[in-house]
C-alpha cells in the first residue's frame, strides 16, 4: 500500500454537530443594527446644533425612501466609520445575485398545499401535463413540498447522516449542497476533502500521479473519518462502492444512489469538461470525439458497478420529462425525489419493526415449567413390547 503524503483528519466538528445559524438571519441582524446605529447618528445631529457644514440627502418618497445625515467628524478614520455605517449592507446587483440564489437552493417557506394540489390556471394551464408529475411543473408547489417534507425529516432523521453514490455526472455535489441546506446539515465531498490534503494538486493530477489505487485508499480514509459523526451529508466519489469497508463506513446514515442514463451522464460529463475526469479521457482526445468516448466507457463502469450500487437504501431517478428530457432533471426536483424517497424508507422501516412487535406465543400453555420433560417418541418401544 502507498504512504500517505500527508494525513487525512477530519477536525472541523465534533460529534456533537450543531448547525451554524442561518446565513439570512445573521444578515438581517448585521442590516438592522446597521441602520438603528444611522437613525441614532441622526437623532444626534438633529437634537445637536453642529458649526460644522452638514450635508443632507434625501430620496424620492417612496416606501425605501431615507434622509441621511452626514456631520463633519474630528478623525478621517471616524469619518470612513460613519460612512460606512450609512451605505447599504448589499448593492442593489448583489441583491439581486441572492434572490437568485436563494430561489435556486429552493428556501421558500410557503404554507404546505391541501391534500389534492389545484390544476395551475392561466398560461399555466395551457402548458400543464396530466402525464408529468405537478411538482416538476410548478414551482411553487415544489417549494412547498420541499418545506414540508424538510419538518417531516427533521424529526424523523434525528442526525441520521446520508450518503449520496452514483456515477460521475449525476450531480452528487450539487445535490448534496442543496439537501444539507435544507436540512440544517454540514456538507462533505469526498474529492474535495482530498484535493485539501493534497494542496495545489486536483482530483485528475493526484490519479496521475499517484494512480487510482492512492486515491481509493486517501477516499475510504475520508470516509472512515466521517463515519462517528451526524448530521452530514457526504458526496462520495464514483468507485467509493468498490471497496467493501467503505460500505461499512457508509451504512452508519442513509445510502441513496442518484442513478441516470449513460447517455444523460455522458452530455453532462462532456458539458462539464474532459479535463476534469480522469478515468474517461486520456491525452489528445478532441471535443468531438468526447461524447462517443464518454458515453462507451460510462456503460462500462456502469455495469461493472450496478451489482454495488443496488446496495443502497433508495434510489433516486435523474429522468427529466418536457423540456428537461435531455439535460434531466432539474436540481430542485432532483431534491425533492431525495427528500420524498428518503421520507418513505423511514416511514417503511418504521412499520416493519411495528409489525414485528406485534406476535403472538403458540402453545404457551403446555409446557408449565422449565423441568425437562420424556420425549413421547421414546415411550413408543416400551409400549410395542
Known sequence: MAS??????????SRSYKPRRDCR????????????????????????????????????????????????????AAARRQQQLLQPLFTPLQQQQQQRRRQQLLVVYAAAPDSAAPQPAGKDA??????????????????????????????????CSIYLIGMMGTGKSTTGKMLA???KYAFFDTDSVIELAHPGESVADIFKK???????NCESQVLKELAPYKNLVVATGGGAVSRPKNWSYMHNGIVAWLQGAPELLARRVV????????????????????YSISLQKLQQLLEDRTKYYENADVFIDLRGYGKDEQSGAPTAVVLHRLMQAV??????????????????????????????????????PAAEE
Open 4 to 13: 500517505f503524503p500527508c494525513t487525512i483528519q477530519i477536525r472541523c466538528i
Open 25 to 76: 438571519a445573521a444578515c438581517r441582524q448585521i442590516l438592522e443594527s446597521r441602520h438603528n446605529m444611522a437613525a441614532s447618528m441622526r437623532q444626534q445631529s438633529a437634537s445637536r446644533p453642529c458649526s460644522s457644514t452638514a450635508a443632507r440627502f434625501s430620496s424620492s418618497s417612496s416606501s425605501s425612501s431615507r434622509v441621511l445625515a452626514a456631520t463633519r467628524c474630528h478623525t478621517p
Open 126 to 159: 395551457e402548458s400543464y401535463d396530466p402525464n408529468i408529475p405537478a411538482v416538476d411543473q410548478d414551482f411553487d408547489l415544489l417549494g412547498a413540498e420541499v418545506k414540508r417534507l424538510q419538518e417531516a425529516l427533521g424529526d424523523q432523521l434525528k442526525g
Open 181 to 183: 441546506n435544507t436540512l
Open 210 to 216: 499517484y494512480g487510482e489505487d492512492y486515491f481509493r
Open 271 to 290: 458539458a462539464e469538461g474532459i479535463e476534469k475526469r480522469p478515468l474517461l479521457f486520456g491525452d489528445g482526445v478532441s471535443e468531438d470525439e468526447a
Open 343 to 380: 421520507h418513505e424508507k423511514i416511514n417503511q422501516t418504521e412499520a416493519e419493526r411495528e409489525s414485528r412487535r406485534q406476535f403472538t406465543i403458540d402453545r404457551a400453555g403446555e409446557v408449565p415449567s422449565l423441568k425437562v420433560q420424556p420425549s413421547p417418541n421414546a415411550a413408543q
